[in-house]
């Protein structure tokens, strides 16, 4: 019962902290030259928005920016999902283990739910982290392996790499 509501107000912290850093970051205009350092220098809407879209493209900041969802890019940046993702499994590693050697519980489909697996998905995504198993949790696993592992199994599944969007 402890751990099921550990891991509830972990997964309610996590979507409140990446709601408020996107209603934070949308709250932000940029001009018609898009996210990226322009946009953290020129704020005016007007002709000067060309300075602003050579600043993004001399300095190819503006990939960097939407990769990482910083320079009033959006929140939900590549490297963002993959740190929740890897925190959530640091928080659940034993429980989550078990889990996956057995093909369901709670916290399994959790992490099938930051992997942006559909809910009609997520008994494959259980059924393949079972069968799996022993390459996915192995004596020198760290969250990082177990997430790399997790994701490059769930792309290998047919019926997995179309279902989850987060991998």
């Known amino acids: 019962m402890g751990k099921r509501i550990t891991s509830i107000l972990f997964l309610s912290a996590a979507v409140v902290a990446v709601t408020m850093t996107s209603t934070a970051v949308e709250a932000k205009k940029y001009g018609m030259a898009g996210c990226g350092l322009g946009s953290l220098i020129i704020t005016t809407n007007d002709k000067t928005q060309i300075f602003a879209a050579t600043s993004n493209g001399i300095y190819?900041?503006?990939?960097?920016?939407?990769?990482?969802?910083?320079?009033?890019?959006?929140?939900d940046g590549v490297v963002k999902q993959d740190k929740v993702?890897?925190?959530?499994?640091?928080?659940?590693?034993?429980?989550?283990?078990?889990?996956?050697?057995?093909?369901?519980?709670?916290?399994?489909?959790?992490?099938?739910?930051?992997?942006?697996?559909?809910?009609?998905s997520i008994s494959r995504f259980g059924q393949v982290t079972k069968e799996n198993y022993a390459k996915l949790i192995t004596e020198d696993s760290t969250p990082a392996s177990v997430l790399s592992a997790v994701k490059s199994e769930v792309k290998s599944d047919k019926i997995l790499a179309k279902s989850c969007s987060q991998i």
């Open 85 to 120: 993702q890897e925190l959530f499994i640091t928080m659940n590693y034993d429980s989550l283990g078990q889990e996956m050697a057995s093909g369901k519980g709670e916290k399994l489909e959790s992490l099938g739910n930051l992997l942006g697996c559909s809910s009609d």
């Open 60 to 75: 190819y900041n503006q990939t960097f920016g939407i990769t990482s969802g910083t320079s009033n890019c959006t929140a």
